[in-house]
Antibody
């Protein structure tokens, strides 16, 4: 069965960086993209960006351009999201999600369990 | 950038009743709209994609409709496990990006 398993919770100081991993299993990793979505405490869902596991192409949300980098390691079927220059408002649960792209429908069909990143001095 | 709105923010419904949730896009997204359910402490779960296609394993009481800018998620007879927050999501081809609505919380009346 399809599974996305994320790395554990992180506590970081303002200005630091965090790198969250997402290990995929149960499907051909390079056949799908991975998106990252975050959710601040008590808030809604915010799309951060997408990476093609096939060729490494990326699209990032404009507000995070320059601070976020998404990569994949096809040898281990793992996706990574690195966020730099952390601020207190980056405190959130970060999710990875398998991304389906088809004609007329692009969506997230499987999600990781989430990784809580806390930014605090 | 396409802005998504959802109404109402909170919907109070009795078990067994019908729930109708609305999602509006600031410009046409054709049928490129999905719905997700999220319970406290859990990751979102895909319910509907392509505006009206149920995802694998989703009960038939969930249905989606609409196209263009107006979309609806209907839960025909609410079960106890359906009380949750529901988000709509659109995908824009150019610039390529996803946008979520702010969510509708369905709670027990």
């Amino acid at each position: 069965q399809v599974q996305l398993v994320q790395s554990g919770a992180e506590v970081k100081k303002p200005g630091a960086s965090v790198k969250v991993s997402c290990k995929a299993s149960g499907y051909t990793f390079t056949s799908y993209g991975i998106s990252w979505v975050r959710q601040a405490p008590g808030q809604g869902l915010e799309w951060m960006g997408w990476i093609s596991a096939y060729n490494g192409n990326t699209n990032y949300a404009q507000k995070l351009q320059g601070r976020v980098t998404m990569t994949t390691d096809t040898s281990t079927s793992t996706a990574y999201m690195e966020l730099r220059s952390l601020r207190s408002d980056d405190t959130a649960v970060y999710y990875c999600a398998r991304t389906i792209s088809s004609v007329g429908a692009t969506y997230f069909d499987y999600w990781g369990q989430g990784t809580l990143v806390t930014v605090s001095s | 950038e396409i802005v998504m709105t959802q109404s109402p923010a909170t919907l109070s419904v009795s078990p067994g009743e019908r729930a109708t949730l609305s999602c509006r896009a600031s410009q046409s997204v054709s049928s490129n709209l999905a719905w997700y359910q999220q319970k406290p402490g859990q990751a979102p779960r895909l319910l509907i994609y392509g505006a009206s296609t149920r995802a694998t394993g989703i009960p038939a009481r969930f249905s989606g409709s609409g196209s263009g800018t107006e979309f609806t998620l209907t839960i025909s007879s609410l079960q106890s496990e359906d009380f949750a927050v529901y988000y709509c999501q659109q995908y824009n081809n150019w610039p390529p990006l996803f946008t979520f609505g702010p969510g509708t919380k369905v709670d027990i009346k």
